[in-house]
């Protein structure tokens, strides 16, 4: 028994091929605005490429661009399909092409669901990358005269004051490294001295953090030197007492950021994928009406579509009987291939005496 058999007569197959042309359009709208979430979101990681680790992230953007490029693509052949199919004529030259056309649909429609699913899944990747990606950030902060690192301050800053965070976890990481240029340290003085001699590798560390690290909200002016000694500033107890700086780590605050667009676009294209979906049925269902008419040249006579010419059940015990028989095959060739060569090697030599 068919799957999903409908009887169609020629009004019937005129509004299904319209209605299909017309989403199919839709479907290249759809396409052009998963390329458009690829590029945004390609672009947004680039900005930040000197704080991620690796480029594994761009895999989603990647995947998000060329399923909107095929989107397109397919969308704009099936939409060609569905106009001809108004022409008996003109439908003549896709028939052969609509059965491998319908299993590339499907092979597509896997993809985007990969690809949605991927969206929603990228978080632990992406958290690895920022952490990994934000402690060699901090590490080359105060290499400002050094080649290929002296853009890190500005970065390292720019990031901080605009998504509002401080250091990689907290504010505290800025404590464990010597973000401060030995450019800009008296080697002279007394307490740069006792520093570098208390570190053991030799470090200028201080409980200190950039000035991006300030709140600009807080009413205090901002403490961003000595700040876990209390007695170093007035009225001040920096374990009880809100802190003028910024109390997210940057870490967290990115992949919220990244996570939240990456769920957002997951979401689209899960209902790009329900679309999509949709017009495929209905393309199957247009193409097995079409090729079922008993009389061809008869437009107007009724006829029926299905999805599948045979129950689910038997269709998968079909396909599998088939891949088994193509197993069979391939090693029916094997076995003979071996026997050939064991043939020749028996072959004897023949030698000629003069």
């Not at 839709?26 to 590029?39: D, K, N, P, R, T």
């Not at 992230?57 to 569905?82: D, E, Q, R, T, Y």
């Not at 993809?111 to 949605?116: E, G, N, Y």
């Not at 967290?252 to 679309?275: D, K």
């Amino acid at each position: 028994m068919a799957l999903l058999k409908v009887k169609f007569n020629q009004k019937k197959r005129v509004k299904l091929a319209q209605g299909l042309w017309l989403m199919n359009w839709f479907s290249v709208f759809a396409g052009i605005i998963v390329f458009s979430m690829g590029l945004f979101l390609k672009i947004e990681l680039r900005k930040r490429s000197e704080v991620m680790d690796n480029s594994e992230s761009h895999f989603v953007p990647n995947s998000l661009i060329l399923m909107g490029i095929l989107s397109c693509a397919f969308n704009g052949f099936a939409g060609k399909i569905c106009y001809d199919s108004l022409d008996p004529t003109k439908f003549a030259k896709w028939k052969p092409l609509l059965k491998p056309y319908l299993a590339l649909c499907f092979l597509f429609n896997i993809l985007i669901f990969f690809v949605a699913l991927i969206c929603f899944l990228m978080r632990g990747s992406l958290e690895s990358t920022l952490a990994q990606g934000l402690k060699n950030g901090m590490k080359f902060y105060r290499d400002t005269d050094t080649p290929g690192r002296c853009f890190m301050k500005k970065t390292i800053d720019m990031l901080q004051i605009e998504f509002k965070c401080c250091g990689n976890n907290g504010f505290k990481d800025w404590f464990e490294i010597q973000w401060i240029s030995n450019r800009y340290l008296d080697f002279s003085s007394k307490e740069v001295k006792d520093r570098i001699k208390s570190n053991v590798d030799g470090r200028y560390l201080v409980d200190g953090v950039p000035f991006s690290c300030c709140n600009p909200s807080s009413p205090r002016p901002c403490i961003q030197y000595q700040v876990t000694n209390n007695s170093a500033h007035y009225s001040y107890d920096y374990q009880t007492e809100e802190l003028n700086l910024w109390g997210r780590g940057c870490r967290e605050a990115l992949l919220h950021y990244y996570s939240s667009m990456m769920s957002s676009m997951g979401a689209v294209v899960l209902l790009v994928w329900l679309f999509e979906t949709s017009v495929m049925v209905g393309l199957r269902l247009l193409h097995t009406a079409l090729e079922s008419i008993p009389n061809p040249e008869d437009p107007e006579c009724e006829s029926e579509g299905w999805i599948l010419e045979n129950s689910l059940k038997d269709t998968l015990k079909s396909a599998l009987e088939s891949l088994k028989k193509i197993g069979k095959f391939n090693q029916v060739e094997a076995g003979a291939e071996g026997a050939e060569g064991e043939e020749a090697g028996k072959t004897p030599a023949i030698t000629t005496v003069s």
